[in-house]
């Protein structure tokens, strides 16, 4: 299992933060550095859409994004679930930004087996959703996913997508459905 | 005794199930439905076992992100980083491998040179803008004032407005979640505080904008030091 840092604990941190200890200052952006290897990874993952130096940018940007967004930290998340959000939304822009995002979302991977079976291979035995979201148009899968694990708002993820809310909402709430009747139809999730 | 389920219970049910606000008769039509009941309380737990699954992807994810190697990218970003959160001159140290003494010795260096350069902006009489203080949020262009400033007069900000949407300001003192001002709807990219509202010497800004159906259509924020002699 993951060892959980403990959220009241990153609570006190961010708020010894804020209220400008040099250490905990410290502590914290030492903390969230880690966003430079999390983006390294997904971007192998995606066939590298960005060069060393535009990951280099990407992740300044990120610190100073999440530096500066602590006041607005949300009382029981972790420090690192929460720069990890922040650091999926602005890769989604930067991948927008550069024209290459609809290699974002490894679902897609799932939906061209041929390109790239061994990616294929490895989400269908690997991470849960993915497993799961192969039951859904490529679209609505992406909308799911960012939703609930990147934990974005329709605003956010529509906007990153360049359609509208409303359209996302249309999207989303069609998957939701089809998983719903395949679910309620006796299959289990997991 | 239930009612009919019919399209405009479809209807309902998407917004809901998409997060929308329905209004209390709306909210009781569908708890009168028992079609509708059964499909709220099938999509709430379908969502929960997303949500799970989504957790254990991101755990997943962060551990391996926590165990991987230190790209060199991520080292130059960082200490770029660095130097606009920290005021540093210097660039310093890597994430591992950094013996007490010497992390010790570099915070204290890190911590003056902080403690110097506050001082320094402050005491210089000019109104140097830190560019790591404000956050320009999708949409948004400009903002000001951010960071170190000398008078308050105007809060201003860049931002093209959706139609039918509106600007809200919040104002909140270091640390705290909860704003001790706020400014409802306003449709300018301006806004002047009343003489009486005394501005605490430190705070944060924040400008969120909404679109023509409430949705929240991007944020920007900044941080602002003043001093009112
Ligand atoms: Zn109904």
Redesign the pocket.
Known sequence: MTKHPDPTEDQILVQDAVSGDEDARRELFRRIQFVGRLLQARNNRMGRPLDSAELEDLVQDILLVAWNKIASFPPEATIEAWAYRIAAFELLNALRRKGRRSRFVDIEAVQEPESRPSVRAELLEGRGLGRFLRHLAEREAEIVRLRHVEGLTFQELAGALEISASSAKTHYYRGLEKLRQIFSDGEEVR | MS?T?DHS?EVLLQRWATGERLETDEEAR?RD?E??RERMSEVEKLVGELEQLGREDLDEELQEALEADVPDFERRAVQRAERKIFGERTATRSPSGVRGWQLLAAALVLVASFVAYRSWSRDDGVAPVEDSLFYLGEGFTELAPAGFTEHIDTFRWEHALAPGGYYELRFYLPGAQDPFYTVPETTETRWTPDPELVLPDHFRWEVRAYDGLDEPDGSADAEVSHSRD
Do not use: E, F, M, V
């Open positions: 009612a389920h219970h569908l439905c079609t509708c």
